[in-house]
């Protein structure tokens, strides 16, 4: 700093007035006087009063310091730590305000940063309006901003030999996967600490997926255990054939086809054609559709012939589900014939009847074994 004027002479007994001005950065701490006591008037402006002699007066200056500080805002985990150059390091428990401890001097260079990110939830922390060539008042401005890390889910399928299968990830992101897959990612990320949850959107043809290690909370790092097991479907039927054979006119006939589940997979029936006339279905223990079918259960289908038609007849019954090489068809084939024309007889003329033909055939035997 300076003291204007640098010298002056003034009357016996008379005041002397000076000015006395810091550098840039820098404050006035004290001034005194060898035989003289100078006291401030305002401003810069000084004086000393009554000088009877000669008087030397001092001014000593102070550089100023400042403190650095800021905001964070959006930190949800914990642990993290910020940087003041190599001067000071600050834990950080939650979004607010902070300042370092540390104050700089003037013109002195500085930079704030990320020394440790938060975990716990996995964080990613931003600076910004974190730096300076040299500081010249106290900083406040600085802005920490922090961000949850997201992950991908993903896993590995096993067994998977069809089209079609199609997984879902927490209802939002679908996937599809082409057969022979081994392994899966979706697209979508998931933040930390968030629950994901991964489900069999659609079944492959003919097959039934499993997922193991569907849900969780994603913890600081992408999930990569996820299992989807895929195995065939299986249908049982009881007939893929059925023939009604010789069936006289007007007569009903039945039959009955069994459908199962051989397997370990649910099988599922979403639809059964029936014949056309004049084979029917009379009862389907089946119904409604689609029915599922759980690993050792079955159901029935009574097929009906009736018609007052003559003819050979052959349709089939489609049964459409998930299992492999759906739908199966099951051939239904029969012949309606026109009645004899027996007449009538009487339980005791039938049985007459019956002796009469068998009392020749046994006289031809015994004259055979005569001859």
Request: hydrophobic share 35%; aromatic share 4%; net charge negative.
């Amino acid at each position: 700093g300076t003291i204007t004027p640098p010298s002056q002479s003034v009357d016996h007994g008379s005041d002397a007035t000076f000015t006395i001005t810091p550098e840039t950065g820098w404050s006035l701490d004290s001034v005194t006087g060898d035989t003289c006591t100078p006291v401030s008037t305002g401003a810069d402006q000084w004086l000393a009063e009554n000088i009877i002699e000669d008087c030397s007066v001092e001014a000593s200056f102070l550089i100023n310091t400042y403190t650095i500080g800021g905001t964070v805002s959006g930190l949800e985990g914990s642990g993290l730590v910020l940087s003041l150059d190599d001067v000071e390091t600050l834990s950080i428990a939650a979004s607010g305000a902070f300042t370092f401890l540390a104050e700089l001097d003037h013109g002195t260079a500085w930079s704030v940063s990320v020394e440790t990110q938060p975990t716990d939830l996995a964080q990613t922390c931003s600076v910004s309006n974190g730096s300076s060539p040299g500081i010249t008042g106290d900083v406040d401005n600085i802005s920490v901003v922090c961000s949850t890390d997201t992950f991908e889910i993903g896993g590995s399928v096993v067994g998977l030999t069809a089209s079609g299968l199609v997984l879902n990830l927490n209802g939002s992101e679908s996937l599809p996967l082409g057969a022979g897959s081994s392994s899966f990612q979706f697209a979508d990320a998931v933040a930390d600490g968030s629950d994901y949850l991964v489900t069999v959107e659609t079944q492959p043809d003919g097959q039934w997926c499993e997922v193991s290690n569907s849900q969780g909370t994603v913890s600081g790092g992408p999930v990569e255990d996820v299992q989807v097991n895929c195995s065939d479907v299986g249908i049982g039927l009881s007939l893929t054939d059925i023939n009604f054979g010789l069936v006289i006119l007007g007569v009903t006939d039945t039959r009955f086809l069994t459908i199962s589940n051989p397997g370990a997979n649910p099988l599922i029936i979403s639809g059964i054609t029936s014949p056309g006339s004049p084979f029917s279905i009379n009862s389907n223990s089946c119904s409604p559709l689609p029915r599922t079918l759980n690993p050792g259960e079955s159901c029935v289908l009574e097929i009906e012939i009736n018609s007052g038609t003559t003819g050979d007849f052959e349709d089939e019954i489609l049964i459409a589900s998930n299992a492999q090489g759906s739908p199966q068809a099951v051939t239904v084939r029969g012949a309606i014939i026109s009645p004899l024309a027996v007449p009538f007889l009487s339980p005791l003329a039938l049985l007459v009847l019956i002796l009469m033909m068998l009392v020749p055939a046994r006289v031809g035997i015994r004259s055979r074994q005569k001859a």
